[in-house]
Structures are given as structure tokens and as C-alpha cells.
């Protein structure tokens, strides 16, 4: 899956059009669901924040999308909790939980497939959602996208970030499959961590044995001493 965006690079390509969907998908999910995020608490954005979240979410797959509006906006919060949970069900080691919560996406979304031709591109697929609304028509796409991935033996590069206090999720495209961290930052706080328990573990501990072993004056010593005789004085 060769994918687009920060962070998400790779090998394998299925099209282009679901690239870019998966991608959505994990800066949607990543952006707009509360949890923790490289060890700190994250709340997503609200009010007049959202619209340019949303945008910039979308325009990690396709870059020429326009501004999303509020209103529009206000729909996208809800696609990422639907899709927060197909990555946390693949990361549990739930792979049917995970088709199934698919397959509820695609049938809410009424997710169609459609041939499309623009900016001069040659024609490609695209799902679109029954509805006529932005986040709709994006909800339809990133299950579809999931649902590729998910139907192929690619299914467990889905996953959930392994750091501590850290829930953001992210598409495993290395070539042996061993990501496991959402972000290089993650990666090296976790690596930092390792170092600082192996150099403590590592370090001398000051004996209390030697402090106890210290002799100590007798007092048996102190009352074998001669008295001073008063019959010499």
C-alpha cells in the first residue's frame, strides 16, 4: 500500500482513490476523537476550529479540496468515531468485529461505486454515499477504503498506537509490516523511556550491608576498663 500523507508511506499501492481514502481516514480519526496523543491528553477541536480540521484532514488525500464549511464540518465528528473503532477492533485482534463495523458503514452510508474523470485525470473509481452531503460521501469512501484493505491479507497493518498514553491510529505500509508506533515521535519517546530504565537498572546500589557491618565498641570493652584504685591515692 503506498499512502499519502505525514508519516504514512509504502510499498504496496492498491489505487489511488483508496490511498487517499485510508489516509483520510487516519487524519479524520487522529484529529477529530478525543483520547491521548504522544503522552498527553487531546481533545479534538470545536466551534469555528472544526471547519479547518476537517479541511486539512481532507486535503491529506485530496489536495485541491475546497474549505469545508461549519455546518458541513459538524458531520465529520461522528465518521471518525465510526472509523476510530475498525482500527481499535484490528489492533484488539478482532478482524470479524472489525468487517462487521465495515460492512454497517458501507450500508449506512449507501456507499456506491462510480466511475470519475476530473483535473484531467483518466477515469477512476470513486464510492459516494447516498446522501448528498459532504461528510457523508466521505464516510462512504474512507469504508471503502477500509473495507480493501481489510479483504486483503494487509488487514493487520491497521493499528493502534503502542505508546504510552497514546491512542492515535495509523496504516502500517513498511515493508515487514513492523510499525507500531502512529509517529516518529512516539517512537523515540518510547525509545528514550528503554534507555532511562536500562541506564537506572544499570547503575551501583550503595550497600547497607557495609553500613551495618561497621563495628561496634563493645561494652563489655568499656566496662573491662581498670578503675582508678582510691587506695593508691
Do not use: I
Not at 507500531?180 to 532511562?196: E, G, L
Amino acid at each position: 500500500m503506498k499512502l499519502g500523507g505525514e508519516g504514512v508511506t509504502g510499498q504496496v499501492n492498491f489505487t489511488s482513490h483508496m490511498d487517499a481514502a485510508v489516509t483520510v481516514a487516519v487524519h479524520l480519526v487522529n484529529a477529530l476523537t478525543p483520547g491521548e496523543a504522544h503522552g498527553r491528553p487531546y481533545l479534538p477541536p470545536t466551534g469555528t476550529a472544526l471547519p479547518a480540521e476537517v479541511t486539512a484532514a481532507l486535503r491529506t488525500g485530496q489536495r485541491d479540496t475546497r474549505e469545508v464549511f461549519a455546518r458541513e464540518a459538524a458531520g465529520f465528528p461522528a465518521v471518525a468515531v465510526a472509523l476510530r473503532a475498525v482500527f481499535a477492533a484490528v489492533a484488539a485482534g478482532r478482524p470479524d468485529d472489525a468487517a462487521r463495523l465495515v460492512n454497517e458503514m458501507l450500508a449506512r452510508t449507501g456507499a456506491r461505486p462510480r466511475l470519475d474523470r476530473h483535473d484531467g485525470e483518466p477515469w477512476h473509481l470513486h464510492f459516494h454515499g447516498a446522501e448528498d452531503s459532504l461528510a457523508t460521501s466521505w464516510a462512504a469512501g474512507c469504508a471503502t477504503g477500509l473495507a480493501v484493505v481489510l479483504g486483503s491479507d494487509q488487514q493487520d497493518r491497521l493499528g493502534v498506537c503502542a505508546a504510552p498514553r497514546c491512542d492515535r491510529v495509523y496504516v502500517d505500509t513498511s515493508r515487514n509490516a513492523t510499525r507500531r508506533f502512529c509517529s516518529t515521535a512516539c517512537q523515540n519517546r518510547v525509545k528514550a523511556a528503554a534507555f532511562r530504565a536500562a541506564h537506572q537498572t544499570a547503575q551501583p546500589k550503595k550497600s547497607t550491608a557495609h553500613q551495618t557491618a561497621q563495628p561496634k565498641k563493645s561494652t563489655a570493652s568499656r566496662t573491662a576498663q581498670p578503675k582508678k584504685s582510691s587506695a593508691s591515692a
